[in-house]
């Protein structure tokens, strides 16, 4: 039997047809064979999977939980009955999950460096102050930093220097990240926490999912840097494009954990954006992401006037990278790549400023 608790983590995980769905059964979008219209169900009263486009899970005994296991899945209740609310589900430890019945980690709060102070709680502060020159320097905004929760720290010596940025998940705070406010030459201007202070690493988390689940989006733009997030996003909103979403995945590759939390969002296209120089990395990749979305990268230009897609630079460099984005075929090769669409066509995918979103 599925209980109300587990459920409602079904819901939240998958994309739901509602008006296919009833009191019985729930139907939804199946991440295994690229399913668009609903063809996977699960039945509520014995706990069984079935999807009419691909029948897999059959080697599961068809149970649910068997399937999405094998698939990297995890829910925090079994099946019993329950009444707990998603948030408090949401906010289970880690440690109350046996090792050998989870392949994502729980959506669990962690807690940010000692002293951890948002600059919205003092702007007026010489941190505060530092940090928001940091972002004039990058062509962002004291008021952009401070409403993504950007803060700094006088206790932690080891972070002291750094701007914090929290990364959340369903609003918990899973992960965060430090840019230094004062850039000192051949030093790293980047931080991330130490494993026995964060135990679920970058590759865990995918900062601004949040936004891909409310918006729900045409388009994600898989960007490296939190600052490029925020970059893209101004961006957006000044070409007033609501159906695009700019996520970070920190590094130069998606996780697979990353993948199929971005699959869970129900994500229809995923442009990968990175630097010049990992444009080859970005292209072998995509053959080990899911199949259940368009798949497209962009390249930022090269050569002298190479304008990397780093919040110091004018981001129209990446904008015309995303309108010439070219799709991924599996088993093509680099040079003919076949444009995501089912004309299999390499051409400008979309006019960005058209305006018409």
């Known amino acids: 039997m599925i209980g109300e608790a587990l459920k409602q983590e079904i819901m939240h995980t998958f994309v739901v047809v509602k008006d296919r769905s009833n009191a019985q059964q729930l139907t939804f979008l199946c991440p295994e064979c690229g399913d668009t219209n609903g063809n996977r169900s699960v039945d509520l009263a014995n706990g069984l999977t079935n999807c009419w486009r691909c029948n897999k899970g059959r080697n599961n005994k068809g ?72 972002a004039k320097r990058k062509n962002l905004s004291f008021d952009i930093f401070s409403e993504v929760g950007c803060g700094f720290t006088r206790d932690d010596p080891l972070w002291e220097p750094f701007a914090i940025f929290p990364v959340h998940d369903y609003r918990v705070p899973v992960y965060y990240q430090g840019r230094t406010y004062v850039d000192i030459p051949e030093q790293p201007t980047k931080k991330f926490p130490h494993r026995s202070k964060v135990p679920n690493g970058a590759s865990c988390w995918v900062y601004g999912i949040d936004e891909v689940r409310a ?65 080859d990395q970005a292209w072998a990749h995509t053959a080990s992401l899911p199949n259940n979305f368009k798949l497209t990268v962009a390249e930022m230009p090269a050569g002298e006037n190479n304008k990397k897609l780093d919040a110091n630079d004018d981001v129209d460099a990446a904008i015309e990278a995303i309108e010439n984005r070219l799709g991924y075929s599996m088993g093509s090769a680099r040079g003919r790549m076949m444009d995501a669409n089912p004309k299999g066509m390499a051409h400008r995918a979309v006019d960005l400023t058209s305006a018409k979103f």
């Open 63 to 134: 149970t649910f939980i068997g399937w999405a296991r094998a698939l990297g899945y995890h829910f925090v209740n079994k099946g019993e009955p329950s009444s707990i609310p998603i948030a408090d589900l949401m906010a289970k430890l880690e440690s109350e999950v046996p090792d050998d019945e989870y392949a994502m980690p729980v959506v669990t709060p962690v807690t940010l460096p000692d002293g951890f102070t948002p600059i919205a709680n003092e702007p007026k502060s010489a941190y505060s102050k530092w940090i928001g020159k940091m």
């Open 215 to 279: 918006k729900k989006p045409r388009l994600v733009v898989v960007v490296e840097s939190i600052l490029n997030v925020l970059s893209l996003r101004v961006k957006f909103a000044r070409l007033r494009i609501k159906d695009m979403v700019s996520v970070c995945v920190f590094k130069h590759a998606i996780s697979d954990m990353q993948a199929v939390k971005l699959s869970n969002c129900g994500v229809k296209e995923l442009c990968l954006l990175f630097d010049h120089d990992a444009i």
